[in-house]
T-cell receptor
Framework: EADIYQTPRYLVIGTGKKITLECSQT?????MYWYQQDPGMELHLIHYSYGVNSTEKGDLSSESTVSRIRTEHFPLTLESARPSHTSQYLCASSFLSVSYNSPLHFGNGTRLTVT | GENVEQHPSTLSVQEGDSAVIKCTYSDSASNYFPWYKQELGKRPQLIID?????GEKKDQRIAVTLNKTAKHFSLHITETQPEDSAVYFCAVSLGRLYFGRGTQLTVWP
């Protein structure tokens, strides 16, 4: 079934560790996004990509980095996790079209806790 | 960028009543307005959207109206049910999506 998949679903990690949150989609979407969201709160865009080798920073300053080597894969990396990074991270994707606005499809999220 | 304001931040209604959530935006070039519903512990999901060439769209108990002149659009939920309880986000497309801050809707049985 075409969908967007995030792993892990939950992650508890100590301060200073390097982590990578995985996101893959099988919907053939060009655009992919990472949002940070505290439960029930605002969606903050931290990174997005228009396609392979394209990455842009979003609205919320983040110490994370992203890469887009394959169309279907958009991992997010934190080089040194801190307690302030504790949050939920949502990956999303959409079609890229000049003439048609495509809705976002979200993954189930990764709930990150940094101790 | 775009500035999206969403009101109210919380809304409580009795089951069977109607609920209305309003959003305003700043850039008249914005042309696509989706609404997302996020249930507790789940991902946001698209429930309805409207494009700038349409003034109103309805899907069963939910409807969205758009006033391009005034730069505002609203979500209307009629005959609310407890399962409508969730956080609702409006969004505006201007190259990318800009989200409102969300409305926590609670429907009391």
């Amino acid at each position: 079934e075409a969908d967007i998949y995030q792993t892990p679903r939950y992650l508890v990690i100590g301060t200073g560790k390097k982590i990578t949150l995985e996101c893959s989609q099988t919907m053939g979407h060009d655009k992919m996004y990472w949002y940070q969201q505290d439960p029930g709160m605002e969606l903050h865009l931290i990174h997005y990509s228009y396609g392979v080798n394209s990455t842009e920073k979003g609205d919320l300053s983040s110490e994370s980095t992203v890469s887009r080597i394959r169309t279907e894969h958009f991992p997010l990396t934190l080089e040194s996790a801190r307690p302030s990074h504790t949050s939920q991270y949502l990956c999303a994707s959409s079609f890229l079209s000049v003439s048609y606005n495509s809705p976002l499809h979200f993954g189930n999220g990764t709930r990150l806790t940094v101790t | 960028g775009e500035n999206v304001e969403q009101h109210p931040s919380t809304l409580s209604v009795q089951e069977g009543d109607s609920a209305v959530i309003k959003c305003t935006y700043s850039d008249s070039a914005s042309n696509y307005f989706p609404w997302y519903k996020q249930e507790l512990g789940k991902r946001p999901q698209l429930i309805i959207d409207i494009r700038s060439n349409v003034g109103e769209k309805k899907d069963q108990r939910i409807a969205v109206t758009l006033n391009k002149t005034a730069k505002h659009f609203s979500l209307h939920i009629t005959e609310t049910q407890p399962e409508d309880s969730a956080v609702y986000f409006c969004a505006v497309s201007l190259g990318r999506l800009y989200f409102g801050r969300g409305t926590q809707l609670t429907v009391w049985p």
